[in-house]
Structure formats: C-alpha cells, structure tokens
C-alpha cells in the first residue's frame, strides 16, 4: 500500500524555491524560485544576490541610506531565468516565495513563462506590485497564491542507516 502522506507537486516546487532562498546572503529577505516545465520537470532555480563576479563581500546588504543593496542585487526569478541557460521557457510556471517585483515581471512575461505560483504578497497595493499585476495579467501570465496545508517541510541529512 502506497503512503498518502506525501506532498502535492507544488509544495514540492515552493520547497525546492524555500530551499534555494536559503542560499542567499541578503540578511532581510531571502527569496527563492523555481522554475518548472508544464511536464513537472524543474528548468532552473535561482535566489537573490549579486551577480556573479561581484563579492557578496564588498557591496552592500544595507535597505536604508546612501549606499543601499537595491542597485545590486539580482533578483531570484531574473536569476532563475538567466540560471537556465537559454532554454525554453514557453509554457513555463514559475514558483517564488514573494510575489515578483514589476522588473521581475517584465523578465517573466519576456521569457514566456506562464504561471506564477507565490506564498507572499508581501507588497500588495505598492505601485510596483500594481505594475507587476497589471502587465502580467495584460500578457496573460496567470498568478496564484499558494495555498497548503501544511506550514512547514523539515528534511534531515541523517543517513537511512542511522535512522
């Protein structure tokens, strides 16, 4: 007899971008993403930081003042879309912790991707997530929130043999 306790295709897709946000250096927000091919087969993921070459090291992680991360850093759904490498992504859905930011939004459409799944709406009613709303909807990307019911996936690195 099969378990039935196992997840649904998206909690495992949201959990691959929850575990990918946790490579991110950013020490406010950690986002992840995922991207996924409508036959259930993971495309490419990505997390927020700074572009490769530039050490995380000596630019800034600051959110206020003169010199703030917001010029550098790179998002996690441009990232997961630069991350896969020139492949198609028509058809495409994306899964990301936070809904997408309005430049996000136009990297997503571009791409061809077709579904964003996110947990947070963190920003709503904020002119950029309006932006994001408006041009994803006019480009005919649909857009969900993620709904489960389960709050947390835990996984252990303990072998099977020390269980």
């Given at each position: 007899?099969?378990?039935?306790?196992?997840?649904?295709?998206?909690?495992?897709?949201?959990?691959?971008?929850?575990?990918?946000?946790?490579?991110?250096?950013?020490?406010?927000t950690?986002?992840?993403?995922?991207?996924?091919?409508?036959?259930n087969?993971?495309?490419?993921?990505?997390?927020?930081?700074?572009?490769?070459?530039?050490?995380?090291d000596?630019?800034?992680?600051?959110?206020?003042g003169?010199?703030t991360?917001?010029?550098?850093?790179?998002?996690?759904?441009?990232?997961?879309?630069?991350?896969?490498?020139?492949?198609d992504?028509?058809?495409s859905?994306?899964?990301?912790?936070?809904?997408?930011?309005?430049?996000c939004?136009?990297?997503?459409?571009?791409?061809?991707?077709?579904?964003?799944?996110?947990?947070?709406?963190?920003y709503t009613?904020?002119?950029?997530?309006?932006?994001?709303?408006?041009?994803?909807?006019?480009?005919?990307?649909?857009?969900?929130?993620?709904?489960?019911?389960?709050?947390?996936?835990?996984?252990?690195?303990?072998?099977?043999?020390?269980?």
């Open positions: 007899m099969k378990r039935n306790d196992y997840i649904s295709w998206d909690e495992y897709f949201m959990g691959i971008a929850m575990l990918a946000a946790k490579r991110s250096k950013d020490p406010s950690q986002v992840g993403a995922c991207i996924v091919s409508p036959e087969i993971i495309i490419s993921t990505g997390y927020n930081g700074m572009p490769k070459g530039c050490s995380d000596e630019f800034p992680w600051n959110r206020e003169e010199d991360k917001y010029p550098y850093v790179v998002h996690a759904e441009l990232n997961a879309i630069l991350n896969s490498n020139g492949r992504l028509r058809g859905r994306i899964y990301v912790a936070l809904f997408p930011c309005n430049e939004a136009k990297a997503i459409i571009q791409s061809g991707i077709k579904e964003v799944i996110y947990l947070s709406d963190k009613g904020t002119m950029g997530n309006l932006a994001s709303k408006r041009m994803l909807s006019a480009a005919g990307v649909n857009f969900i929130r993620m709904e489960t019911s389960i709050d947390q996936l835990t996984l252990s690195f303990i072998p099977e043999e020390m269980k």
